[in-house]
């Protein structure tokens, strides 16, 4: 039966877990960026409210879902 | 600048095709260092965060000129957002040398290694940037300090260099000399191309973070003009720099 170690170049755990560092880092930075989309997106819908509420203001429709924007788009 | 600006989609993709062709060319075409062997592939991650961050740091200082010379705080929100991201890359070079390090000499940290102590010494220097920042409520005065800062640290970075490199060398090889380092061809091109994919990250992730930064500027205004002056136009104590006073 082969080993692990057999087949594998040594140190194999340690650049693996370089590798993996870099890409946890892009990660979190990911998650972050998600964040403040979603903070975002709450005040532009905040936003939108408050536009509403002016007296005066035509009832703003609120923008279609991000799919079907596209889809509108292409064609 | 906008948020899904086509030269930020095109950017996007080239930052991933170099920087996965970098890698593949350092795994799958590369020859293993006779030496080292399988371990050195983390020099093709390591040395290119490390010379990206370090840049980024003298990029943050050039800014920091900038605004001290004109007084626009678009500067200082460019240099923050360059320092920002070094720090993030310096932190990457430190955890990913320590494995290396670990590897390669069985020690996790070298403390009479000049080019490990100085690169920390870097790294705690702008570690304090940001509290620096924050402990300053006033805006004008936040951002003029944190530009001399910013100035001062990173006039430090190649200096720091210089010294590092007249120094005696223990254990850490020295990787970029006049003569152009011993790398054969194939570690050369796999080593440029994950040099130029690590830039392109750092430039892209500094357009992500530019544009993010604007967009919440504008949600503010946008807000304050609906709601009226109940809404502040700059947040709270922050150690972000903001472009309303």
Known sequence: MLLASDTLPSHTGYVAAAYLVFVALLLIYVVIMAFKLARFERDATELVELADRRPGAVEATPPPPAGEREQVAAR | ?245
């Open chain 2, 1 to 245: 600048m906008t948020l899904h600006g086509s030269r930020l989609r095109a950017l996007s993709i080239a930052t991933a095709v170099t920087l996965t062709a970098g890698f593949a060319l350092a795994f799958f075409y590369a020859k293993l260092d006779a030496d080292q062997g399988f371990v050195q592939k983390i020099f093709y991650l390591h040395v290119p965060m490390a010379i990206v961050a370090l840049c980024g740091f003298m990029f943050g200082g050039v800014m920091a000129i900038q605004h001290l010379r004109t007084r626009d705080p678009r500067y200082d929100l460019r240099s923050y957002v360059a320092i920002h991201l070094s720090l993030i890359l310096a932190l990457g070079t430190l955890v990913t040398g320590a494995i290396w390090a670990r590897a390669a000499w069985g020690h996790w940290w070298v403390w009479n290694e000049p080019t490990l102590v100085s690169f920390l010494i870097i790294f705690l220097l702008y570690a304090t940037y940001q509290p620096l920042r924050f402990s300053i409520e006033d805006r004008e005065r936040q951002s003029r300090y944190a530009s001399v800062f910013a100035i001062t640290a990173g006039a430090f970075v190649p200096l720091n260099f210089l010294a590092v490199r007249l120094a005696q060398a223990y254990t850490h090889p020295r990787v970029l000399s006049t003569s152009g380092g011993n790398l054969p061809g194939d570690m050369r091109l796999a080593f440029l191309v994950c040099l130029a994919g690590m830039a392109l990250l750092y430039v892209t992730l500094w357009k992500y973070e530019m544009a993010s930064k604007h967009t919440s500027m504008q949600l503010r205004a946008l807000k304050r003009k609906l709601a009226g002056d109940d809404v502040p136009l700059a947040p709270g104590r922050s150690a972000a720099p903001s472009l309303h006073a």
